[in-house]
T-cell receptor
């Protein structure tokens, strides 16, 4: 059974810092990996999708990498801003299967 | 990107009543939709996989007679919480794959439905 772990569980940083969120998964037979953002009481916003054949994806200040063989992904946020404060969820999928989510990293960026 | 809607966004009901939640893919067809549940300060947990024209597949520990799923068309899946109780209060989110046929790529999520059972 796939298990997804995210470290750290919570993170508080001053504005402007570059930061890295970590995600690990136990079964490397994945179809893709997605990073999501969730604001309190809200739904999910998809940030980046990495196919199993890819090693990284970039969108603006966000960069996500994938090392499928070691079961790891990182989300890099450059020049963090208070508006980045949210919970970040990592999720992996097998082909035609539902996503398995990590427990999330709660990020607080202090102005 | 593809859009998935959910209705209602928020519902408050009395214990013992049934609540229906709709999940629609607005601009694509989805042969498979997924229903997740999220309790406060926890991550999303898969409840069931909804397949168009066939019975849903439920995860272990999810009562199929309590959480009725109907996927009558390629753009609509419904989740009915029957005889709801306070412990069913949660955030329910659906998702749908953007592909067609036997494969799909990215999953798109609805905005979620906040259910509160008094």
């Amino acid at each position: 059974k796939q298990e997804v772990t995210q470290i750290p569980a919570a993170l508080s940083v001053p504005e402007g810092e570059n930061l890295v969120l970590n995600c690990s998964f136990t079964d490397s037979a994945i179809y893709n990996l997605q990073w999501f953002r969730q604001d309190p009481g809200k739904g999910l916003t998809s940030l980046l999708l990495i196919q199993s054949s890819q090693r990284e994806q970039t969108s603006g200040r966000l960069n996500a990498s994938l090392d499928k063989s070691s079961g790891r992904s990182t989300l890099y946020i450059a020049a963090s801003q208070p508006g980045d404060s949210a919970t970040y969820l990592c999720a992996v999928a097998r082909r035609r299967r539902a996503l398995t989510f990590g427990s999330g990293t709660r990020l607080q960026v202090q102005p | 990107g593809a859009v998935v809607s959910q209705h209602p966004s928020r519902v408050i009901c009395k214990s013992g009543t049934s609540v229906k939640i709709e999940c629609r893919s607005l601009d694509f067809q989805a042969t498979t939709m997924f229903w997740y549940r999220q309790f406060p300060k926890q991550s999303l947990m898969l409840m069931a996989t909804s397949n168009e024209g066939s019975k849903a597949t439920y995860e272990q520990g999810v009562e199929k007679d309590k959480f009725l799923i109907n996927h009558a068309s390629l753009t609509l899946s419904t989740l009915t919480v029957t005889s709801a109780h306070p412990e069913d209060s949660s955030f329910y989110i659906c998702s749908a794959g953007s592909g067609s046929g036997t494969s799909y790529n990215e999953q798109f999520f609805g905005p979620g439905t906040r259910l509160t059972v008094l």
